[in-house]
């Protein structure tokens, strides 16, 4: 191993581009609207200097020069065990990251870090004081940075698990073609796309409205004015260009977000590689994995393609950061995925299945009381209009038919099997080992009728078996206690 | 005019919501229990949807005794049960007595490293 990791040391001086041009990001963001308020400012003005400017441009350069001496106030090396960070201008810190403790090292490069010929990692340890670190390096050095990390890591485990069967060191599984990418653009979720566009359309509305002071609503009530009076076929036309587009946007996120993917089988872990223009990259050792999911929409379910989730520690606290799902195009993958944590349970064997009374409380809960709680509201609002609220409870009837309908438990002595959906369909295995804690919840309709729903806590987030016997939710708790209890 | 009926109605819905929440809390109370056992800690809770939890000694990471302004003038504390992945607590035993909240923290600490060790 090379010594070069000993000493401390500051990143690499191109790095400093990146931080100024993440500086710079940060900076728009945050005064795009004063900016434009200066682009607009009344013709003739332009000689008078306002005290708010100054102010701006001051805390402008301030925030330059404070991530510059940010950048050459950190170091970090290796010491012995243990990376140390040490940075701060005003107060200096020291990190110190056992290199064991290390839970995974992802490695990124954005369009600027291949300009540069850089790549950042970062390390997580969930289980410290400061959970997460960033490391720009050239990304020859960030390759053997990231091994020895990963090696030693490796060290201190072997003497928990010491496997005889000697891998090659990377072996492709698989890479996602063309055809394959086109597949996964066109099945994706549209609607979810479309809300997600219509909500950041109005939040950006919403700040120009206040940034320019025009509003907006103004042309929107026009708009809804107009289509009051305007044909079906406009409305047909509108609506088949909004999901065109929403179509399209959902294609362009996932050739960005799946470009280039490989998936390939490393020393003890899977590592991960996508991204069209930033690529990043995503390291699951086998022993972190608590659970697999993989699921698809119906669309999905129909060709099929399933997305596969490695649920490891603290995921879902991670949210902003890279959590990516494995698009899987043939099912023998999903077997091939499961080899390292447990194969899927026999569908012959016997299950549990959701009581039927499930409908009535979901139809009843979700369905009903909403539905008559917002026509009392709507018809006081809207009149006659408000009977579309009635599809609500049929809405409910249905998905929650489904998903009794679907929903199939099966157990065996080292893991469970969950099927679950309502259009789509998901599965998930889980070792009983990886349960956290075990909780019988019952609400007031269970209670009287002698169900009860079990909930699962893994490291990453809960599963749950709704509406099942008492008996039998009793008899699942006590299983996966005494298997927790009796393990190490 | 307007604006005065608004802060009106706010005012009703916050005490509205205080009201209910005093009486749930209330409610509550009665069916809220817990126990240690030899490998868990197991806590009862809820009124509408109740729950029954349980932790096992080796799956919890660290335990911690809190007591906020209105705790101490009373002498509680609750005590917060944290296994691995969740920001949250897993269990959260509010209102116990300051004493007995220290040694049941001491209790499953000890517990915990020796199921560790173990």
Partial sequence: ?488 | MEAKLDHYHRGIAWLLFAISSFFLTILSFRYKAYALREHDVIYRSGWLVQSVRVCPFNRIQHCSVDSGVIDRRYGLSSLSVYTAGGAEADMKLAGLPKDVADDMRDFILSKTNKEHSA
């Fill in chain 1, 1 to 488: 191993m090379p010594e070069q990791w000993q000493i401390l040391r500051r990143q690499p001086g191109s790095a400093l581009f990146i931080v100024l041009y993440k500086t710079i990001i940060q900076l728009l963001r945050m005064l795009w609207p004063l900016l434009l308020l200066w682009f607009m400012r009344k013709p003739g003005n332009e000689a008078k200097i306002d005290p708010w400017e100054i102010g701006v441009g001051a805390i402008s350069i301030g925030v330059f020069l404070l991530s510059i001496l940010t950048f050459y106030t950190f170091r970090f090396c290796i010491q012995g065990e243990d990376l140390v960070v040490k940075k701060g201008v005003l107060v200096r810190r020291q990190i110190i990251m056992p290199l064991h403790r290390i839970q995974a090292v992802h490695v990124e490069e954005n369009w600027l870090h291949q300009l540069l010929d850089l790549a950042q990692i970062s390390l997580d340890s969930p289980g410290t004081e400061e959970t997460e670190v960033r490391i720009t390096l050239r990304k020859r050095d960030a390759e053997s940075f990231r091994q020895y990390i990963v090696g030693h890591a490796r060290v201190k485990q072997a003497s928990e698990a010491s496997e005889s069967n000697i891998k090659p060191k990377e072996e492709i599984l698989f890479q996602l073609s063309t055809p394959d990418l086109f597949k996964l653009g066109l099945s994706a979720n549209h609607l979810e796309a479309f809300f997600i566009m219509l909500a950041f359309g109005f939040s950006t509305l919403d700040n120009l409205e206040r940034a320019i002071n025009v509003e907006f609503s103004g042309v929107m009530r026009w708009l809804s004015d107009n289509a009051a009076s305007s044909t079906a076929a406009a409305l047909l036309f509108v609506a088949i260009a909004i999901l065109m587009l929403s179509m399209v946007i959902s294609i362009i996120r996932i050739v960005l977000q799946y470009g280039r993917f490989v998936f390939s089988e490393v020393d003890k872990g899977y590592r991960i590689q996508s991204g069209l223009i930033n690529l990043k990259e995503k390291l699951i050792p086998f022993r972190k994995v608590q659970y697999i999911s993989w699921k698809a929409n119906w669309l999905r379910s129909k060709l099929p393609i399933f997305m596969l989730h490695f649920h490891v520690i603290g995921d879902e606290n991670m949210r902003r950061k890279w959590t990516i799902k494995i698009p899987i195009t043939q099912p023998e993958f999903v077997d091939k995925l499961l080899t390292y944590y447990h194969p899927q349970l026999d569908a012959a064997a016997g299950y549990l299945r959701v009581h039927p009374k499930y409908i009535v409380r979901r139809v009843l809960l979700a369905g009903l009381l909403p539905a008559a709680l917002f026509f009392t509201i709507g018809y006081l609002n809207f009149g006659w209009m408000a009977l579309w609220l009635l599809l609500l409870p049929i809405y409910t009837l249905i998905a929650a038919w489904l998903f009794q309908r679907k929903f199939r438990l099966y157990t065996d002595a080292d893991a469970l099997q969950v099927h679950r959906g309502v259009f789509g369909k998901e599965y998930i295995v889980l070792r009983w080992e990886n349960i956290q804690s075990v909780a019988i919840r019952q609400g007031i309709y269970q209670r009287r009728h002698g169900l009860a729903t079990l909930r699962l806590y893994t490291a990453d987030k809960f599963i749950s078996i709704p509406f099942i016997l008492v008996a039998d939710a009793e008899q699942l708790r006590d299983y996966a206690i005494a298997k927790i209890e009796s393990g190490k």
